[in-house]
């Protein structure tokens, strides 16, 4: 591609851009904070659920300080249900880590948003630009897809050459227009015109030059060296219930996915055809738990939840025990109708609230 396609490029691009064609509250702003909280919040959800988290956030926490100086269980709580909970983490560490080593201000380049936990290439350049002007361009996704297009190029996306090849490609799509409004342009070009299934080529501002257009490749471009490979894990919920209606749950641990939310008992399987009876004598089954002492009510459908690398199926059975002690070490006992105060993964909340709505409480 020639200086001239990339000036072609940004001068289209621009000319199309309207920022009210996709409205978002976080455009009215131009604070590194706001910014940031939307850009976290975005990462791997959808416009339309991410915007309702992101004015809870806003609300709850108006600056970055509030949220440094938020309750890591109350912040969880409220991020209960967007998934990639490791971002809630790093949210907190970094808005802490701006606080304590940059006095609550964010850093003002790219290169040092990177240093805060959770803040990707992408993310950075965003705030960079659209907060202090610096002169960058975004790369993500949509940005891989508009330029492999444009420039009809299929070195893979996801390897090393293909990395530096677009960082450089995009940064001469952005030549000396100002940053911020390129940045959102392209970004909002990728959501309406130029979408990864259903290109409105035909509207498109750019197709004269688009070498994927004109040698009708739009669907083969981006190409990608690694398919994703998925893999099935079965669970199963030991939901244990006592006559003064408390409930057996657990803070998860450790690097599996869910850490830090909360869950009932768990015994894992390699296939989800395990009876109940079965659950008792496999090496995940608690120590404490004397399975005698059970009375078995119900067994629920299976719940499904789908994570980038994983599809969890998960079966909940019901049980009563009515010899269940004061307390067990690392389990917490909570009444029923507390249960909605812990963050719990998106399926267990999805089954409370389906026995919510039956009136079947356990
Ligand atoms: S012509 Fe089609 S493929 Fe090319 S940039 Fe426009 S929408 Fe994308």
Redesign the pocket.
């Given at each position: 591609m020639t200086k001239a396609d990339w000036k072609y490029f940004r001068t289209q691009l621009l000319a199309w851009y309207l920022p009210e064609r996709r409205p978002m509250p976080w455009k009215e702003h131009r604070d590194a904070y706001n910014i940031w909280l939307s850009e976290i919040i975005l990462q791997q959800t959808r416009v339309e659920q991410g915007r309702a988290y992101y004015e809870r956030f806003a609300e709850t926490y108006p600056t970055v300080a509030d949220l440094a100086a938020a309750d890591d269980d109350a912040v969880m709580k409220l991020w209960e249900g967007l998934g990639y909970y490791s971002r809630a983490r790093n949210l907190l560490r970094a808005a802490r880590m701006v606080v304590a080593e940059y006095g609550g201000q964010f850093p003002d380049t790219a290169d040092k948003l990177r240093k805060l936990p959770g803040v990707g290439p992408y993310t950075a350049a965003a705030i960079a630009s659209f907060a202090f002007g610096e002169q960058v361009a975004v790369v993500d996704g949509n940005v891989y897809?508009?330029l492999a297009?444009?420039a009809g190029n299929s070195t893979p996306i996801d390897s090393t050459p293909g990395k530096k090849l677009f960082a450089q490609l995009a940064t001469d799509a952005l030549g000396d227009v100002p940053a911020a409004r390129f940045n959102q342009a392209i970004m909002d070009?990728g959501a309406l015109?130029?979408?990864p299934k259903r290109?409105?080529?035909k509207e498109?501002?750019?197709?004269t030059n688009?070498r994927?257009?004109n040698n009708g490749q739009?669907y083969e471009?981006p190409v990608k060296q690694k398919t994703l490979k998925r893999r099935d894990r079965h669970f199963h919920y030991l939901v244990i219930k006592d006559d003064a209606d408390r409930t057996i749950i657990r803070q998860r641990q450790g690097k599996d996915i869910w850490k830090d939310l909360y869950e009932f008992p768990l015994i894992e399987t390699v296939s989800n055809e395990v009876g109940t009876q079965e659950l008792a004598h496999h090496p995940d089954w608690p120590e404490w738990l004397p399975a005698a002492e059970l009375e078995f009510t119900k067994r629920s459908q299976v719940y499904k939840q789908q994570l980038t690398h994983q599809t969890i199926y998960v079966s909940f059975h019901t049980f009563r025990w009515g010899l269940m002690p004061g307390s067990i070490e690392n389990y917490l006992l909570p009444q029923n109708k507390l249960l909605d105060k812990f963050a719990f993964p998106r399926v267990i909340t999805k089954y409370i609230e389906d026995k919510t709505l039956l009136l079947d409480l356990f």
């Open positions: 897809r508009i297009r444009y070009f015109i130029c979408t290109a409105s080529c498109c501002p750019l197709s688009c994927a257009f739009v471009l």
